[in-house]
């Protein structure tokens, strides 16, 4: 069976999460505290974390940054009341695979566990590439013009959207659902600056501005 490991201290949410994740036909783990949750992560006993930011002893961020960092690849979606741009890049830098806001309803809550699990299913590994930039998928890899370039999950995740469609116009809606898994959020600018990380690594000319449509990857 498939179990969820929870990290969260406010019981009621904790309570409210796990019950619904197990009539959904999941097992579940609980902990109210970073490193405990840490430790459990660490250990593999989940498919899938998640990770309350504002954590006692130790917050979701630094949980995180410590899991990715002795190379736990486990999916995480980040808990948070904090719903600020800065707040939501920082968790997707640090490794989060989504990043849900509180107040948030069950059901989509679920659809997000579920997608984020078929994501972790390995698929078969292929390479894409397009002018002097290659993608190596099942290693997670990137060159420009045969020099290793380090991208961020999501900035390869990024960057594979724009190279299975080079020549098209894609939007910052569907950007944003694709790659990050969310519906649209005028307020938001996080594909904005994704696509400015991107430039900076795999080079300025490569993904145009279409004013008012999207970005394009030239």
Known sequence: MTRILIVEDEPRIAAFVSRGLEA??????????GPEGLE?????????VLLDVGLPTMDGFEVLREL?????AVPVIMLTAR???RDTVTGLDAGANDYV?????????LARVRSRLRES?????????????????LARRATVDGREV??????????????RNPGRVLSRE?????????????GSNVVDVYVRYLRGKLGADHIVTVRGAGYRWE
């Open 40 to 48: 459990s992560a660490l250990r593999g006993d989940a498919d899938l």
């Open 174 to 186: 569907q950007l944003l659902s694709r790659v990050w898994g969310l519906d649209f959020d005028p």
């Open 83 to 85: 719903s600020s741009t």
């Open 68 to 72: 990715r960092a002795r190379g736990s």
């Open 150 to 163: 380090d991208l961020s999950a999501r900035e390869f995740s990024l960057a594979e959207q724009f190279l």
């Open 24 to 33: 959904a036909g999941y097992e579940t783990l609980v902990f109210e505290d």
């Open 121 to 137: 299913v390995p698929q078969p590994g292929v390479a894409i590439s397009h002018g002097d930039v290659v993608l190596d998928i």
């Open 101 to 109: 806001p509180k107040p948030f309803t069950f059901e989509e809550l």
